[in-house]
């Protein structure tokens, strides 16, 4: 990938606690850095409603959602300000052309520094919306990690996640799997891991596509907030 892409300057200041921090903007697409506990887009029922896209779309009219984050996960977000981008934008992340980067914290010290989990997914028919692994009639689905850092005294580890498919919580399911849930998980971690920390600890750290309109291969980053 191309060079780092730094923090662009923006057309007006954004309201306070709008739940967004811009990473990159120009005249054809958005890079955001969505807080944790923030739909991406709007849910089912009125109380569901707010969401970071209409958010978005009162600082910037005519933005369009290209890929989503769960309401948890905070970090890089991809947004299309024109159709044509918006096309663009899309069919790379169906073609899997599109680098993501994840970072996690877990429950446990993991053993070993590296290593691809490949357990396929699909809906639990019972307890929506919860996934399960199904060797049968589960989409396929795989996500590479690498130990970041181990801390004994807490009993957690530091991850890298580099998810190669995108299935519906696919790295919370992952790393369950693993044996480590992700901290602050209230779908797939006991009581006591999600206990010890106040959200979910997993982080959307960076985003890699080719932009439409310049053919320039980007690398948008942010931060991890825990």
Request: aromatic fraction near 4%.
């Amino acid at each position: 990938m191309g060079a780092v892409v730094q923090r662009a300057s923006v057309d007006q200041p954004l309201p306070e606690g709008i739940g967004f921090r811009v990473l990159w903007h120009d005249r054809w697409l958005l890079v955001l850095d969505k807080d944790s506990g923030l739909l991406s887009v709007p849910g089912i029922g009125s109380d569901k409603a707010d969401c970071l896209a209409s958010r978005a779309a009162r600082c910037f009219p005519g933005v369009r959602i290209v890929h989503r984050l769960d309401r948890d996960t905070s970090g890089c977000i991809v947004m299309a300000l024109d159709a044509r981008t918006h096309r663009e934008l899309s069919v790379q992340f169906q073609e899997r052309t599109v680098g993501k980067v994840y970072e996690a914290l877990v429950h446990g010290i993991v053993t070993g520094d590296e290593g691809l989990i490949d357990l396929p997914l699909r809906k639990d028919l019972v307890n929506a919306p919860l996934q399960v692994v199904d060797h049968v009639h589960g989409r396929p689905a795989q996500t590479g990690w690498r130990v970041l850092s181990r801390d004994a005294a807490r009993d957690t580890t530091r991850l890298e996640l580099l998810p190669r498919t995108g299935r519906s919580h696919q790295l919370r399911v992952h790393c369950r799997e693993l044996g480590h849930p992700i901290l602050g998980d209230d779908l797939y971690a006991l009581p006591a891991v999600r206990a010890m920390a106040p959200r979910l600890c997993l982080h959307a750290r960076s985003v890699g596509f080719t932009h439409p309109a310049t053919g320039e291969r980007m690398l948008v980053e942010c931060q991890t907030p825990f």
